[in-house]
């Protein structure tokens, strides 16, 4: 069946998008996939978790910053930057790894950098597509976002992990070149569009009042919630598996890139679920919640490394499909609001700014009580997330986006 010129633009666009938001991810979860290795090179736990939180405080500080200034400057701009400022910064970090407060600076200016990103691509393709299509485009990088895990685990299963963060730099500093050349090319060709009076459109009001009555504060809670888990604790899965499961330092490399492998399937199940429940977000949500929570405090209980592995997949997934209707269906869906860059670098901002006092929490609580009370915790907060979602599901007077998209 042959594309309409509207689906195959959202295509082009969406597929740009997700190559760009595959490599940030890819130099993302590096840490975490090099985590083993570090600490079999004399960098303690502690010192890993600190850089983490370095860097998740900077990327977060970013988001907040960058997603506003994202309404304002074109995203090719942003976009290129970011991805060559991180590249260098990726660089600089292994040549300063010796120097512990230098080097964790240099971590954070990657974070930082990296923050430019995804607020102004989630505008420019809320701006350039139709709902639905957007909806498509951001599952696409929102699916590259979880692929970068495994890539990573890949990356770093072959090779030192000073090693892997300058392969990581290279890819960076090759895309950044690579999406401002296109992104120049889809301006002229007319599949990037902006909503500017120059182009005959009115630039949408600023309804800030109005994100209360859209769920902002509900998809806050869900934003830092989610979190935790894709970024905190799945940062630190390889160490759990080392740790906790007892496997060898290159297994738990090759058993993380398997299971993040795995987990980047989740958006695409998501929106599968989101479709078959009437594109409702907030049940969809809800159920995803749900499962999390469960799975999570099953997987307490299960003493066989291989079922303890599967069911502890299950609770991620569930958890990565709750985020997935934030990123993938409600952050696009506020086109009219004007904020779309503002909006997503702002719960984007939550998101990192929880995953950073958690990445400082876990390894020290897992030092202290074990890591099968961080799985405890992990389920906790998925109950909450249950909580979050069920009065909004109660509500008569609830504000439904199914539709929208």
């Known amino acids: 069946m042959k594309l309409s010129t509207k689906a195959r633009n959202a295509v082009f666009l969406g597929s740009l998008c997700s190559v760009s938001y595959l490599a940030v991810y890819i130099a993302r979860n590096l840490l975490g996939a090099v985590t083993p290795k570090m600490t079999a090179d004399a960098f303690t736990l502690d010192y890993i978790g600190e850089i983490t939180a370095v860097y998740l405080i900077a990327y977060a500080t970013g988001q907040l910053i960058n997603g506003a200034i994202g309404d304002?400057?074109?995203?090719?701009?942003?976009?290129?930057?970011?991805?060559?400022?991180?590249?260098?910064?990726?660089?600089?970090?292994?040549?300063?790894?010796?120097?512990?407060?230098?080097?964790?600076?240099?971590?954070?200016?990657?974070?930082?950098?990296?923050?430019m990103i995804y607020g102004p691509m989630t505008k420019m393709v809320a701006e350039?597509?139709?709902?639905?299509?957007?909806?498509?485009?951001?599952?696409?990088?929102?699916?590259?976002?979880?692929?970068?895990?495994p890539m990573a685990g890949l990356i770093a299963t072959f090779l030192t992990?000073?090693?892997?963060?300058?392969?990581?730099?290279?890819?960076?500093?090759?895309?950044?070149?690579?999406?401002?050349?296109f992104f120049t090319a889809?301006?002229?060709?007319?599949?990037i569009k902006y909503q500017t009076p120059e182009q005959g459109t009115t630039r949408p009001k600023k309804d800030y009042k109005g994100l209360f009555k859209r769920s902002i504060v509900k998809f806050s809670g869900i934003s830092m919630l989610t979190g935790i888990i894709r970024t905190s604790f799945v940062g630190f899965l390889s160490?759990?598996?080392?740790?906790?499961?007892?496997?060898?330092?290159?297994?738990?490399?090759?058993?993380?890139?398997?299971?993040?492998?795995?987990?980047?399937?989740?958006?695409?199940?998501?929106?599968?679920?989101?479709e078959k429940l009437g594109r409702n977000m907030h049940v969809s949500a809800l159920i995803f919640f749900i499962i999390s929570a469960v799975a999570f405090l099953a997987s307490c209980f299960a003493e066989i490394p291989v079922t303890n592995i599967a069911i502890i997949v299950i609770a991620i997934m569930a958890s990565n499909a709750?985020?997935?209707?934030?990123?993938?269906?409600?952050?696009?869906?506020?086109?009219?609001?004007?904020?779309?860059?503002?909006?997503?670098?702002?719960?984007?901002?939550?998101?990192?700014?929880?995953?950073?006092?958690?990445?400082?929490?876990?390894?020290?609580?897992?030092?202290?009580?074990?890591?099968?009370?961080?799985?405890?915790?992990?389920?906790?907060l998925m109950f909450i997330g249950i909580a979050i979602c069920v009065p909004h599901f109660c509500a008569k007077n609830r504000v439904d986006l199914k539709g929208l998209t």
């Not at 991805?83 to 240099?106: R, T």
């Not at 957007?134 to 696409?140: E, K, V, W, Y």
Request: hydrophobic share 50%; proline share 2%; net charge positive.
């Open 186 to 191: 889809f301006e002229k060709r007319g599949i």
């Open 72 to 115: 304002r400057i074109k995203a090719k701009y942003m976009i290129s930057a970011g991805l060559l400022m991180a590249g260098i910064a990726n660089l600089v970090f292994v040549q300063l790894s010796g120097h512990p407060y230098s080097a964790m600076i240099a971590y954070g200016w990657t974070g930082f950098s990296l923050s």
């Open 322 to 380: 709750a985020s997935t209707m934030l990123w993938s269906v409600y952050c696009p869906s506020m086109r009219d609001t004007g904020l779309v860059s503002t909006i997503t670098g702002f719960l984007d901002f939550l998101s990192y700014s929880a995953a950073a006092l958690a990445s400082l929490l876990i390894p020290r609580i897992a030092d202290v009580i074990g890591w099968r009370s961080i799985i405890f915790i992990m389920s906790a």
């Open 128 to 149: 350039s597509t139709d709902l639905v299509y957007a909806t498509r485009c951001s599952l696409g990088y929102t699916f590259a976002s979880f692929f970068g895990s």
């Open 239 to 274: 160490t759990y598996f080392y740790a906790y499961l007892k496997y060898s330092e290159s297994e738990s490399a090759s058993i993380f890139s398997i299971v993040t492998f795995i987990i980047c399937f989740t958006a695409f199940i998501a929106i599968f679920v989101y």
């Open 161 to 181: 992990w000073q090693a892997t963060f300058n392969v990581s730099s290279i890819m960076l500093v090759v895309m950044a070149i690579t999406a401002f050349c």
